[in-house]
């Protein structure tokens, strides 16, 4: 089999791969987790090489799965591949650190064995092998480093099994599995002028993203960023925040408390109410957060008749 990814062999991710395609073939995942298991799949495809003639391995690992063919796995990630660029299917990174700030939301520092091209606004697929074959969309919640470590942001989800492992079981040490990094409508474009950034939750992961990369750029580009939280001890990422908005007289971040009866009257309110208060005309305005807000995103930006070029919500993950 050739393999034109220099140091990952695809008969030592055979495993990987196996899962992946059962899940993604049983249907039991969530639409997100399928389609992030897709790309990574798609990947592995044009990456390894693989043929038709290779079959009899994963027809093997499918066959104890009622009702699946190997034949519907080869389509699916045929029709894929197409449809992507070369590049690994995956990149295995180290978790160096875990903390769990509150008792749902874990922060997560990985360093891949090779750097992942990445930019600010994009998420990628995440793997634990403690959960076989699932995969979760996650964004980066830092711009490029030069020691190529990243920073993920994640909420442990009732109905998510790859949420609730990162959280409550990765530990340092653990090796995880990027998939390739995919465009999620947050990214910046070229000759944006000032940002309104609207966070909710871990929603916060991929606007801090673009934080970084505005504030360390040229030019006078400002950033106001509204960040949503019930109280005070929900703002997870506060003393990182805090030390952006000391370092950089361009960036101003407003919370919005809804249920903290301690909150000033300048900081009491939904984010989106508060968004509404500090937007300016000729402001990009983009939001990451969880469906109820982002609902209540695209009603406020229709009703303020903002631009449609000027307004990014995401397009894949839940936050």
């Not at 690994?88 to 922060?107: L, Q, S, Y």
């Amino acid at each position: 089999m050739e393999n034109r990814c220099p140091g990952l062999l695809p008969e030592r991710d055979a495993p990987l791969l196996h899962a992946s395609l059962r899940r993604l073939l049983e249907g039991d995942d969530d639409r997100a987790g399928r389609v992030a298991s897709l790309r990574a799949l798609g990947s592995a495809y044009r990456s390894f090489g693989l043929r038709p003639w290779h079959a009899a391995a994963i027809g093997d690992a499918l066959l104890p799965a009622p009702g699946v063919r190997w034949w519907r796995a080869w389509r699916l990630i045929e029709r894929t591949a197409a449809r992507l660029g070369d590049g690994p299917p995956w990149w295995p990174v180290e978790v160096i650190d875990h903390d769990r700030p509150v008792d749902t939301i874990a922060m997560l520092t990985v360093r891949p064995r090779r750097r992942l091209p990445h930019r600010p606004g994009q998420a990628v697929p995440v793997h634990t092998p403690r959960r076989p074959g699932r995969w979760r969309w996650l964004s980066p919640a830092n711009a490029p480093r030069p020691d190529g470590t990243l920073e993920f942001h994640v909420r442990a989800l009732a109905a998510g099994s790859v949420s609730r492992s990162l959280v409550e079981e990765v530990r340092p040490g653990d090796v995880l599995h990027l998939g390739a990094p995919a465009d999620t409508g947050l990214e910046l474009t070229e000759g944006d002028g000032d940002l309104l950034l609207v966070a909710g939750g871990t929603g916060l992961a991929p606007l801090r993203a673009l934080v970084e990369q505005v504030v360390d750029a040229p030019g006078g580009r400002r950033v106001t960023l509204i960040l949503g939280a019930r109280t005070f001890a929900d703002l997870y990422d506060a003393i990182a925040l805090d030390k952006l908005q000391q370092a950089h007289d361009r960036l101003t971040i407003v919370p919005a408390f809804s249920d903290d009866p301690e909150a000033g009257p300048a900081e009491r309110g939904s984010a989106i109410a508060l968004a509404a208060r500090h937007r300016r005309p000729g402001q990009q305005v983009h939001v990451c957060g969880p469906p109820a807000m982002l609902g209540a995103a695209r009603r406020w930006l229709s009703a303020a008749a903002v631009p449609a070029g000027d307004r990014r919500l995401p397009t894949i993950g839940e936050r």
